[in-house]
Nanobody, 119 residues
C-alpha cells in the first residue's frame, strides 16, 4: 500500500504565495514521477506541474514562471512553490505519483488540498 499525504493549502490574497507538500509512504520500491493536478469547480482536473525521478519538469502554460516544482528523493516528497497567485489558481490541488511497489507500477492520488486565492 502507498499513501500520499498533502499539506500546505489555504487562503491567500492575490499576489501571495503558498507552498504545497506531498509525502509518499508505504511499500515503495521506486518513484518514477510525482506531480500536482488541480480541479476548479465545474472544470476538469488539469496538470499543474510534474517532475520525474531524474528531475525533468513540465508545467502548465498558465503557471510557468510563477510556480516551481521540486522534490526530495530521500524523503519521497514533492513540493510546489506557488508565487504571484491569482484568483484563477483557486482549486483543489491533488498530488499524483507513479510508484513502483513489489506489486508493480501504479498511479496514486492524494486526497486533495484546497487553495483559495481571494481578497
Amino acid at each position: 500500500q502507498v499513501q500520499l499525504v498533502e499539506s500546505g493549502g489555504g487562503l491567500v490574497q492575490p499576489g501571495g504565495s503558498l507552498r504545497l507538500s506531498c509525502a509518499a509512504s508505504g511499500s515503495i520500491v521506486s518513484i518514477n514521477a510525482m506531480g500536482w493536478y488541480r480541479q476548479a469547480p465545474g472544470k476538469q482536473r488539469e496538470l499543474v506541474a510534474r517532475i520525474t525521478y531524474g528531475g525533468r519538469t513540465d508545467y502548465a502554460d498558465s503557471v510557468k514562471v510563477r510556480f516551481t516544482i521540486s522534490k526530495d528523493n530521500a524523503k519521497n516528497t514533492v513540493y510546489l512553490q506557488m508565487n504571484s497567485l491569482k484568483p484563477e489558481d483557486t482549486a483543489v490541488y491533488y498530488c499524483n505519483a507513479i510508484i513502483t511497489t513489489t506489486a508493480g507500477m501504479s498511479n496514486y492520488w492524494g486526497q486533495g488540498t484546497q487553495v483559495t486565492v481571494s481578497s
